[in-house]
Nanobody, 115 residues
Framework: QLQLVESGGGLVQAGGSLRLSCAAS????????MGWYRQAPGKQRELVAR???????NYADSVKGRFTISRDNAKNTVYLQMNSLKPEDTAVYYC?????????WGQGTQVTVSS
Protein backbone atom coordinates (compact mmCIF):
# COMPACT_ATOMS: atom_id res chain seq x y z
CA GLN A 1 0.00 0.00 0.00
CA LEU A 2 0.93 3.63 -0.27
CA GLN A 3 1.79 6.16 2.37
CA LEU A 4 1.41 9.85 1.58
CA VAL A 5 3.48 12.41 3.44
CA GLU A 6 2.54 16.05 3.08
CA SER A 7 4.57 19.14 3.81
CA GLY A 8 4.46 22.87 3.22
CA GLY A 9 1.37 23.97 5.09
CA GLY A 10 1.38 26.94 7.39
CA LEU A 11 0.23 30.48 8.02
CA VAL A 12 0.49 33.10 5.29
CA GLN A 13 -0.82 36.57 4.66
CA ALA A 14 -3.48 37.24 2.04
CA GLY A 15 -1.85 37.69 -1.33
CA GLY A 16 1.04 35.47 -0.40
CA SER A 17 2.14 32.13 -1.75
CA LEU A 18 2.61 28.65 -0.42
CA ARG A 19 3.81 25.41 -1.96
CA LEU A 20 2.52 22.06 -0.76
CA SER A 21 4.30 18.79 -1.43
CA CYS A 22 3.14 15.21 -1.08
CA ALA A 23 5.43 12.24 -1.51
CA ALA A 24 4.13 8.71 -1.97
CA SER A 25 6.03 5.74 -0.65
CA UNK A 26 5.44 2.05 -0.05
CA UNK A 27 4.49 -0.58 -2.59
CA UNK A 28 4.31 1.37 -5.84
CA UNK A 29 3.27 -0.25 -9.09
CA UNK A 30 1.83 2.64 -11.04
CA UNK A 31 0.16 5.71 -9.60
CA UNK A 32 -2.53 7.07 -11.88
CA UNK A 33 -4.18 10.22 -10.54
CA MET A 34 -2.82 12.41 -7.76
CA GLY A 35 -4.58 15.40 -6.36
CA TRP A 36 -5.44 17.78 -3.58
CA TYR A 37 -8.66 18.21 -1.64
CA ARG A 38 -9.45 20.71 1.06
CA GLN A 39 -11.98 21.05 3.83
CA ALA A 40 -12.76 24.35 5.50
CA PRO A 41 -14.53 24.56 8.87
CA GLY A 42 -18.22 23.81 8.47
CA LYS A 43 -17.89 22.92 4.81
CA GLN A 44 -17.74 19.76 2.75
CA ARG A 45 -14.46 18.45 1.46
CA GLU A 46 -13.89 19.65 -2.08
CA LEU A 47 -11.53 18.83 -4.90
CA VAL A 48 -8.94 21.53 -5.44
CA ALA A 49 -6.88 20.07 -8.26
CA ARG A 50 -5.94 16.77 -9.80
CA UNK A 51 -3.34 15.55 -12.25
CA UNK A 52 -3.01 12.31 -14.18
CA UNK A 53 0.18 10.39 -14.79
CA UNK A 54 0.15 11.87 -18.29
CA UNK A 55 -0.02 15.43 -17.02
CA UNK A 56 -3.68 16.29 -17.61
CA UNK A 57 -4.98 18.66 -14.95
CA ASN A 58 -8.28 19.84 -13.52
CA TYR A 59 -8.93 22.68 -11.10
CA ALA A 60 -11.78 23.92 -9.00
CA ASP A 61 -13.18 27.15 -10.40
CA SER A 62 -12.30 28.96 -7.20
CA VAL A 63 -8.57 28.36 -7.66
CA LYS A 64 -8.13 28.56 -11.41
CA GLY A 65 -5.42 31.01 -12.36
CA ARG A 66 -4.00 31.03 -8.84
CA PHE A 67 -3.05 27.43 -8.08
CA THR A 68 -0.91 25.09 -10.13
CA ILE A 69 -0.67 21.35 -9.64
CA SER A 70 2.34 19.42 -10.88
CA ARG A 71 4.01 16.10 -10.28
CA ASP A 72 7.36 14.41 -10.50
CA ASN A 73 6.68 10.83 -11.49
CA ALA A 74 10.24 9.76 -10.80
CA LYS A 75 9.87 10.95 -7.21
CA ASN A 76 6.22 9.92 -6.86
CA THR A 77 5.53 13.40 -5.61
CA VAL A 78 2.74 15.87 -6.32
CA TYR A 79 2.93 19.60 -5.67
CA LEU A 80 0.44 22.40 -5.29
CA GLN A 81 1.74 25.89 -5.89
CA MET A 82 -0.70 28.36 -4.35
CA ASN A 83 -0.42 32.01 -5.29
CA SER A 84 -2.55 35.06 -4.52
CA LEU A 85 -3.92 33.32 -1.48
CA LYS A 86 -7.19 34.48 0.00
CA PRO A 87 -8.69 33.98 3.46
CA GLU A 88 -11.27 31.76 1.77
CA ASP A 89 -8.46 29.33 0.96
CA THR A 90 -8.05 28.56 4.65
CA ALA A 91 -8.64 24.84 5.09
CA VAL A 92 -7.06 21.52 5.81
CA TYR A 93 -5.53 20.30 2.58
CA TYR A 94 -5.39 16.59 1.83
CA CYS A 95 -3.24 14.80 -0.69
CA UNK A 96 -4.64 11.80 -2.53
CA UNK A 97 -3.22 9.21 -4.89
CA UNK A 98 -4.85 6.50 -6.97
CA UNK A 99 -3.16 3.18 -7.59
CA UNK A 100 -4.94 0.13 -8.98
CA UNK A 101 -8.28 1.87 -8.43
CA UNK A 102 -7.53 2.22 -4.72
CA UNK A 103 -7.39 5.77 -3.37
CA UNK A 104 -5.00 6.69 -0.59
CA TRP A 105 -5.09 9.82 1.54
CA GLY A 106 -2.57 11.88 3.39
CA GLN A 107 -3.08 13.05 6.94
CA GLY A 108 -3.92 16.61 5.95
CA THR A 109 -2.01 19.82 6.42
CA GLN A 110 -3.39 23.09 7.70
CA VAL A 111 -3.25 26.17 5.48
CA THR A 112 -4.30 29.40 7.14
CA VAL A 113 -4.50 32.67 5.23
CA SER A 114 -4.79 35.82 7.30
CA SER A 115 -6.55 38.93 6.04
Amino acid sequence: QLQLVESGGGLVQAGGSLRLSCAASGIIFSINVMGWYRQAPGKQRELVARITSGGSTNYADSVKGRFTISRDNAKNTVYLQMNSLKPEDTAVYYCTADQLSHYYWGQGTQVTVSS
